[in-house]
């Protein structure tokens, strides 16, 4: 039930708006995962990232993809909780670790052992519109943890202008996509961290200077 | 069907014959040399049936479909224009009220309001704009951001209102000029064979300039904007734009000879302008294309760019002379 829920979702209202009102400029969609166990990592800058991302997949593709996403906000009451989880499809993690607390990553472990392909917001938070925050090195700890899964890396932007934090209005702008070659563990959290920061750089170099 | 003449569904059919003409002969192309990459020819020529197809049917169908079509047209090109533009953050919401004018000025449109249509983006959102932004309250790059806006509203909306505003026309007879008989009973609207005629010169013109700058000519026009267009092919292009319009113009619409030969330079000189005033503006902002919507063609403001003049400069002759 809530699958064919969540394909109507996609299909009825993520697609029109994300396609018709917002209009994507996709760069090297080839680059995409095809197939799991596999990570995207992208910057956040909206609610509609993990939409757009996810409207990259097509409909059967869908059920796999799954947004990383904390659960001290999208678990906050009971609907948005089953809303987030059944029709999303996000997988919650907790940003706060207590002591008590095992292992915060483990549900991204079992996701990956399932094959799904996981989109992860290193940046932590949306933060100001159309802005790059320091990446966390969660993400290299789950890269060392899945030295066989591919990484890849994507860049979007016009998105934080479409929806930034604390609106609720959606002015219609174009999203351009911009996606590059993935990458695995290289041996060090550090090492890991220079290669996302500049495999992003390298995406963020390619839009057009005039902005915000 | 009913509302076309027979000239217009003969014209309609003409431009299909032309697209499946041009396909065979890109197929052909492409056959006889394999070697060649001529993915971006295809991907043009594709984006031609879509195009061409959309329109046609909305023709087909009627005033309201054509109406809805061109509406949709300047959202597109009026999104691709704020998605390029360095608006400011604070000016997110008077964007979104910019976007609110579209369905508003094509309902005007649509209501055959002349007076309305004409006054109300050069004057009531030329107001309501600037009140929105001063509600916002901020003062730093205000002329610039609401100068920026203006104009994308009156590229994208207005002009290109103008051409979906030919469809509603009807001859009256306090007009200047007496057209042919037919005409005068009311029983055939003239707007969609001078839309028809519209489009169809401006987009010849295009090409026209483009095949004339390229086999003659070594002086350029405009070195800084556009480098590739030259005095001869100017001229070359608008000259072929009027002898068409003398020829197909009196027979399509209801213009005379000379008036269709006037039409046909206006276009000319106001396709080649508003050309490079979609050019200028990229490459102030740095960009090659305004968007990647049309596969072959670029962004939605490549393809209409000299549409944005021809289509008021056309309305407003045709408007004084029979309407």
């Known amino acids: ?212 | 069907m009913d509302h076309l003449t027979t000239e217009v569904r003969w014209a309609l059919g003409g431009i299909a014959l032309l697209l499946v003409v041009a396909s065979i002969y890109v197929f052909a192309l492409c056959r006889l040399q394999p070697d060649r990459d001529r993915k971006d020819l295809v991907d043009r020529m594709k984006t031609w049936w879509v195009i061409i197809l959309l329109f046609g049917c909305a023709f087909l169908i009627g005033k309201g479909t054509l109406i809805v079509l061109f509406a949709f047209v300047s959202f597109l090109g009026l999104k691709e224009y704020f998605s390029l533009i360095p608006a400011r953050r604070a000016d997110r919401r008077v964007l979104f009220w910019a976007y609110l004018a579209i369905p508003v000025q094509y309902y005007w449109v649509w209501l055959d309001w002349y007076g309305m249509f004409i006054v109300f983006i050069p004057i009531y959102m030329f107001m309501l704009i600037p009140s929105r932004m001063i509600l916002t309250g901020v003062t730093e790059g205000f002329l610039r951001s609401v100068g920026m806006v203006h104009w994308g509203l009156m590229t994208t909306v207005f002009s290109l209102s103008h051409a979906a505003a030919l469809i509603g026309l009807e001859w009256h007879s306090g007009a200047r000029t007496l057209p042919a008989e037919l005409y005068q009973t009311g029983e055939i609207p003239p707007g969609p064979g001078l839309l028809i005629l519209l489009i169809a010169l401006t987009q010849i013109n295009d090409v026209a300039q483009y095949v004339w700058g390229k086999s003659l000519g070594k002086r350029k026009i405009a070195p800084h904007v556009s480098p590739g267009k030259t005095v001869a092919g100017f001229l070359g292009g608008v000259v072929t734009t009027a002898l068409l319009a003398c020829a197909v113009g009196p027979w399509l619409t209801l213009l005379t000879r000379e008036h269709a030969l006037i039409a046909g330079l206006i276009i000319g000189v106001g396709g080649f302008f508003g050309d490079l005033s979609i050019s200028a503006l990229k490459r102030d902002l740095g960009v090659k294309d305004t968007s990647a919507m049309l596969p072959g063609h670029g962004g939605i403001m490549d393809r209409v760019d000299s549409l944005t003049f021809t289509a008021p400069l056309f309305f407003h002759f045709v408007y004084y002379l029979y309407f």
């Open chain 1, 1 to 212: 039930m809530n699958r064919i829920l969540r394909a109507l979702f996609f299909l009825l209202v993520v697609r029109p708006i994300v396609l018709i009102v917002l209009g994507l400029n996709v760069r090297r969609p080839e680059l995409l995962p095809k197939s799991g166990p596999a990570i995207i990592v992208a910057n956040h800058n909206s609610h509609l990232d993990a939409l757009v991302l996810m409207t990259l997949y097509g409909t059967r593709r869908l059920q796999t993809v799954r947004p990383v996403a904390a659960a001290d906000y999208f678990l906050k009451n009971k609907f948005l909780a089953w809303f987030s989880t059944q029709i999303l499809g996000i997988i919650p993690i907790n940003r706060v670790v207590t002591k008590e607390s095992k292992n915060p990553l483990a549900p991204i472990d079992d996701a990956l052992a399932e094959g799904n392909i996981l989109i992860l917001f290193p940046e932590g938070s949306r933060g100001d519109p159309e802005k790059l925050d320091q990446f966390k090195t969660g993400i290299a700890r789950i890269a060392q943890h899945h030295e066989e899964v591919e990484i890849t890396p994507v860049f979007m932007h016009g998105l934080g202008k479409a929806l930034p934090r604390g609106e609720a209005l959606l002015v219609p702008f174009f999203c351009d996509i911009f996606i590059g070659p993935p990458f695995r563990w290289n041996g060090s959290r550090a090492g890991f961290m220079e290669t996302l920061t500049s495999e992003m750089q390298k995406l963020i170099d390619e839009k057009p200077k005039s902005d915000w």
